[in-house]
């Protein structure tokens, strides 16, 4: 009898969770957003289905990665603005995030912690936060998360150096990643580039090869505008950085 219980729990919470994940649901809030987070600590709660969940959570997310408002809050939406200048220096300041922490992020956070081995997650959604949504603060969390989860695959360190270096500008950080990506076996220009951490044109380099190596995993025609101004961005850095050598 206990059992017969627990699927019926198991099969309601399945229910409920697919339906929040698939479909939009209206938040009372200053601006009536139709976005939600998830409710914490969910993963203490799914009776046995946490990658089922997870899985459900990702396909909601994916419908809107580029919102950034978290739950019932659009005002963290920041700017439009080009994010870098080409003739910028280490010492200008940056311009400010287009979103700290936004409902991509929670989204995203709440999958790891129900699904941890989401490899997805950490290879192609974490440098989406970081490239597209320019989720800074969330961004790194996952890509921490990710080099926890697997210390082997050299892939993750490598793009969330380049969002240590391009992004927050964690250049001690993103110098010991480099070294990592390379003693795990990745690309062996990685060792001279950490040397190059704190120049325009070692930014500009690591910049444009993560960024094209995103925009690879789109169709021509389903690339993500931010992207696109993005790698126009960090083109125009590297040839200004060039021409000064």
Avoid at 127 to 134: A, F, T
Wanted: charged fraction near 25%.
């Amino acid at each position: 009898m206990q059992n017969l219980v627990k699927i019926w729990l198991a099969l309601a919470l399945s229910f409920a969770v697919t339906q929040f994940a698939s479909q939009k649901i209206e938040v009372e809030s200053k601006e009536r957003t139709p976005f939600m987070i998830p409710p914490k600590n969910i993963e203490h709660f799914s009776f046995g289905y946490r990658d089922s969940i997870a899985d459900s959570f990702w396909v909601r997310t994916i419908q809107n990665f580029e919102y950034c408002g978290a739950e019932g809050d659009s005002s963290q939406i920041i700017s439009e603005a080009p994010r870098w200048d080409a003739d910028s220096s280490l010492e200008k300041p940056q311009k400010q995030a287009r979103c700290q922490k936004g409902w991509g992020f929670h989204m995203l956070n709440e999958i790891t912690d129900l699904s941890p081995k989401f490899e997805t997650i950490y290879t192609m959604a974490a440098p989406g936060l970081s490239i597209v949504v320019d989720d800074r603060e969330g961004a790194e969390i996952i890509f921490d998360k990710g080099i926890e989860a697997f210390p082997d695959n050299w892939q993750i360190p490598y793009m969330a150096a380049y969002h240590a270096l391009f992004e927050t500008r964690k250049f001690e950080k993103a110098a010991q990643l480099l070294y990592k990506v390379g003693d795990l076996g990745g690309p062996e220009w990685v060792y001279f580039l950490a040397t190059k951490v704190y120049s325009r044109i070692g930014q500009a380099e690591l910049g444009l090869a993560v960024i094209t190596q995103y925009i690879k995993n789109f169709e021509p025609d389903k690339i993500p505008e931010h992207a696109k101004k993005r790698l126009a961005e960090v083109q125009a850095m590297l040839l200004s950085a060039r021409a000064q050598q």
